[in-house]
């Protein structure tokens, strides 16, 4: 087992995505997964129907306890749905190695359309989250929230993701899979600049967690050293299979096969 991630994010009560993706995807890749929990949620394949708090001291207190025992070598944030939650996250954070590489994954709507980062998080999370990070992970609606811009093509992928670089990342990767287009592209820039991976798109309704997934397969790969460049190739290579072999389950939006294999 190679690569200690600790996945701070909310739980899916119905397995594709959220804690639950997260750790199924850091395991199969041969990484070691431990979690801090922000948020209960009950949902299924159709959607999220109810969200339950976990107060802030105890988020706290469960990142604190993973860091000072197991440790980490790459932390990777998924929903973080209010300003406490942040300031939480980054209190407990700044008191340990602050080179641990961070991935935030800035989740702000569920596939069904359920809301999970208030508008007040929103600006928190630019101002004062984005630079602690080294990788930022939006898809197309996040992008554009998070740049102001309305995002069409390849082009404004780049404008957008460059427009959020300026908060502080050190690096951007937007992912294209909301975009209406024949191959899902995907614009990773870094130090070196842009880089544009093109993949294979599949018209499914099987890809519940699939942002979850990709940004959990960055950080394993991450953790066990890979560079990131070839690290974002890697994850999508496994989100590539997790899609063409889902196991087509539920009513709704269903789970991705997280399995590896």
Known sequence: MQGKILIIAGSDSGGGAGIQGDVKTVTALGGYAATAITALTAQNTRGVFGIMEVPDEFISRQIELVLSDIGADVIKTGMLHRVGVIKAVLESLAKFDKKIPLIVDPVMVAKGGAALLDAEAVEYMKNHLFPRAFLVTPNIPEAEILSGMKISGVDDMVKAGRKIMEYGSAAILVKGGHLDSAKVHNVLIDGAGVKIYNSRRYHTRNTHGT???????????????????????????YIDMAIRTAPDIGRGNGPLNHSGR
């Open 211 to 237: 942002g979850c997934a990709f940004a959990s397969a960055i950080a394993t790969f991450l953790a066990q050293k890979i560079p990131l460049r070839r690290a974002v190739k890697k994850a999508l290579n």
